[in-house]
């Protein structure tokens, strides 16, 4: 199978909705391509002495609304095609969300499993003294994403109030609590994923308590996509699935009850990856990576990583399956979009389903600002009435049209962005 380029499929999937709105060419022009990319070297002192130079990205796909958002991964893979797609899809998550942002997004072409926790320190604070002079609270802001976490934000944020010589908490988001953090930051997308769900769940008269959900990932949304599935909505988790660094390859955990989220959380290591041994102690059935996709449940979350539903894997997907809820950026291909439209299968799509970590981030940024700072409570009580709301702009806009899910939310998004671009005279 070809390997799936992120920023072709973007590409077409806002291709797609631009003429169906029948969006005006030259804006579209605009908007199928970043305003800006940087590229550049950070060379990096490793631990043996010796300079080892590492490349990073950062892409700001657009900015009419506000400062432009999105996360800075670590990956071994990353691309720029990579990190323009997801800084195209940042700009609709951003919009459909209705946050005063734009959309970013940054990486560096890096194994972070490789590194010390000091080689760690100096690329975060390298990639922040190559960006310094085009990133802030006023020109973009990035975050955490897969690969990086809070600790490396605080890296990074103090690098970047060094050299402007003055205390800078919003640069970044997804700070330490203690160092500008919000609280909730941690929950937030995955619980964001689950609130999307429940308002879903009402819309297809679905009763959760009688709901089996599959999940493919067991990272930070994942798992609280996972704690939120069974504490918040009452349903039962039938298995999730990870990567598993020492094997480098995946596999599928499940349990006759259902699993246990709580327990999983505590033998999974920071990178996402479940201790093999004690969860086959505890009774866990330990299968093949892509086993969660063909399990009996009503909801799949896929909620690790891009191009994971295709036109090989959607073959093996439950009849039963009614709602699928995208955790992950970019997790189904165009074939399996087609699919899920003829199976009549409702899809909740990646940019609405996952806005809530880049909601957290926007209170985090607002905190910082009035540097006054609210209890986890209040932050996922305006988290879920933010996303309910973008979850119901995006469905009364699919009902009226008779439109798919993701096609609306597009247009909700595009027609924001378009909107500021027009108010701002750009176009
Ligand atoms: P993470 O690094 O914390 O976790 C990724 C998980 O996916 C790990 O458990 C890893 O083992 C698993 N994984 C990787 N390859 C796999 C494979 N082939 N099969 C099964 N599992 C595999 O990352 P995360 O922060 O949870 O992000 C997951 C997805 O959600 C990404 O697409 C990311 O861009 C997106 N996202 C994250 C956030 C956020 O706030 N963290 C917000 C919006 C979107």
């Known amino acids: 199978m070809q390997p799936i380029n ?110 010390s926790v000091g080689e760690k320190e100096r690329l975060c604070r390298g990639w922040v003294d190559q960006m310094w002079k085009n990133i802030g609270p006023r020109m973009d802001v990035p975050a955490p ?37 919000s609280q909730g930051r941690t929950e937030a997308t995955g619980f964001g994923v689950i609130y999307t769900v429940r308002e879903a769940m009402k819309h297809l008269k679905m009763d959760p308590t009688r709901c089996v959900a599959a999940i493919q990932g067991f990272g930070n949304v994942a798992q609280y996509a996972a704690l939120g599935f069974v504490e918040i909505l009452g349903g039962k988790v039938a298995c999730v699935s990870c990567w598993d660094n020492k094997d480098k390859r995946a596999y599928t955990y499940s349990h006759p009850d259902g699993v246990n989220p709580r327990f999983l959380m505590s033998i999974t290591d920071q990178y996402g990856t479940i ?81 809530g970590g880049v909601t957290t981030s926007y209170f985090e940024q607002v905190q910082n600002d009035m540097n006054f700072y609210w209890s986890k409570e209040e932050v996922l009580k305006k988290l879920d009435t933010k996303l309910t709301q973008a979850f119901h702009d995006v469905l009364a806009l699919s009902v009226k049209e008779g439109i798919y899910m993701r096609d609306a939310a597009y247009m909700v998004a595009i027609r924001r962005v378009v909107e500021a671009m027009e108010l701002r005279g750009w176009v």
Not at 73 to 95: G, P
Not at 149 to 161: I, R
Not at 334 to 349: M, R, T
């Open 6 to 115: 992120a920023f072709e499929l973007a590409q077409k999937q806002f291709d797609g909705v631009a003429q169906k709105m029948g969006l005006d060419p030259q804006i579209a022009g605009i908007l199928r391509w970043p305003l800006r990319e940087f590229r550049f070297q950070i060379p990096v002192r490793m631990d043996n002495g010796q300079i080892q130079v590492f490349f990073g990205f950062r892409v700001q796909h657009n900015d009419a609304r506000g400062p432009a958002k999105g996360g800075i991964r670590f990956a071994a893979n990353e691309t720029i095609d990579t990190v323009r797609a997801l800084a195209m899809w940042m700009t609709w998550k951003c919009a459909v969300a209705d946050l005063p942002l734009g959309g970013g997004k940054g990486g560096v072409v890096v194994d972070p499993t490789t590194l």
């Open 145 to 181: 994403d897969v690969g990086t976490n809070a600790q490396m934000m605080g890296w990074m944020m103090d690098e970047y109030s060094k050299l402007r010589g003055e205390y800078v908490p919003g640069v970044i988001t997804g700070k330490p609590i203690g160092s500008g953090g």
């Open 275 to 355: 201790d093999k041994e004690k969860a086959h102690q505890a009774g866990y059935i330990i299968e093949d990576g892509d086993a969660w996709i063909s399990k009996e449940a009503d909801v799949l979350i896929p909620a690790a990583i891009e191009g994971q539903i295709n036109a090989e894997t959607m073959t093996r997907i439950s009849p039963r399956v009614r709602l699928v809820a995208e955790g992950a950026n970019g997790p189904t291909t165009l074939e399996a979009d087609e699919f899920f439209k003829a199976q009549g299968i409702f899809v909740i799509p990646d940019f609405l389903c996952n806005a």
